[in-house]
């Protein structure tokens, strides 16, 4: 099998998804860490052979770079059980991955880096500015997810898909962005969940 | 074949990629038009009976409901030649998807809306001081696209594929949203290209 090697930092929700989908289908993932913060993900070198958009993840197989987590999560994924067989179910996770992207990784992930992370005497005017609107969105987020799991155990189809591992990286860490998870009590139960799979990783394993 | 009903509203680049997709690989849309500068997708009919985000494109498939552009484009498009059958090159595609939704729609898009539609005398405080970050984190995802384009005709693999569908939705009206694509030439070269393909469809048609 090829070499899967993650570029990484490895207090990134989005680099998370990536070693959780991994333990999921049992592949091996060799990692190499980049500290943020400290611009690691900017230099010359990292822009020229890693990712010119200077972003972590990138999933690298053999010579191939694969940036953006969700894709590299269904690369690990396809043809295994946490891609759904049936072609609606499929694009309904993949519905519920492209609506983490927009919706929902924007307000709580970004909030979770400015408060626990940049710290909040750190930020820019811009962005303390933009705070009340990515809570605000960010809530709406997890309001949407609470309703749809009211009645439903997993977000697409009957059993745990990739959309699940994807929405579990940050939902599950959405305190440290100062949210509160108690009002969203279909959330908490699907969290608890996917957690006691026998497969789950922890995120600082 | 299951009926295929579009929930849209014409103006939006997210719905035009559903009816692209749709002109390419063969598959009749019915449209239903709402709008949105009216609120006609915040109605209580619309959040209980088609989406309770509250957003379009919605694609419903016989009774199933499909919210988010990506995912339904996805839908049609899955066992044509618009996804590809390496699985490297699909995960590729569905990497600019993601890189559209996180780094070039809410940007290129929002303003987009923002100055063509909404009206600048009509924006938020918020929305104004909103619009020099997005204006220069929606440059970075042209020159990003053109660098990419420099040495590739297409995004991901060696054929057209869903992934340049859905970001020429958007790219081809960046100007209405006040970026110049003059500065990047093969960006304009590969919006000719797709252009001029045989099942093109145009925005308003």
Same mark, same amino acid.
């Not at 943020?36 to 770079?65: C, H, K, M, S, Y």
């Given at each position: 099998m090829t070499a899967l090697l993650l570029h990484e930092d490895p207090r990134s929700g989005n680099c998370y998804k990536i070693r959780l989908t991994a333990a999921h289908v049992g592949a091996r993932l @060799? +990692? +190499? /860490?980049?500290?943020?913060? /400290? !611009? @690691?993900? +900017?230099? #010359? /070198?990292? $822009? /020229? @052979?890693?990712? %010119?958009? !200077? +972003?972590? %993840?990138? $999933?690298?197989? !053999?010579?191939?770079? $694969? #940036?953006e987590s969700n894709a590299a999560c269904w690369y690990l994924a396809e043809g295994s059980p946490l891609v759904p067989a049936d072609p609606f179910t499929r694009a309904d996770m993949l519905r519920w991955m492209f609506w983490e992207q927009y919706s929902h990784e924007p307000n709580i992930a970004t909030l979770r880096f400015w408060l626990r992370f940049v710290g909040e005497a750190m930020l820019t005017e811009n962005q303390r500015a933009a705070i009340p609107g990515k809570r605000a969105a960010g809530e709406a987020a997890l309001r949407l997810l609470d309703r749809h799991l009211a009645t439903r155990e997993w977000l697409a189809g009957d059993a745990l898909s990739l959309a699940d591992l994807c929405l579990f990286a940050y939902t599950h860490v959405a305190e440290e962005g100062g949210f509160h998870l108690a009002p969203f009590p279909n959330v908490g139960r699907w969290l608890t969940a996917i957690a006691a799979h026998p497969a789950h990783l922890v995120m600082d394993a």
């Open positions: @060799e +990692r +190499r /860490a980049y500290d943020i913060l /400290a !611009g @690691e993900t +900017r230099t #010359p /070198a990292f $822009l /020229a @052979e890693v990712n %010119p958009d !200077g +972003r972590i %993840p990138v $999933l690298q197989i !053999g010579t191939l770079l $694969l #940036p």
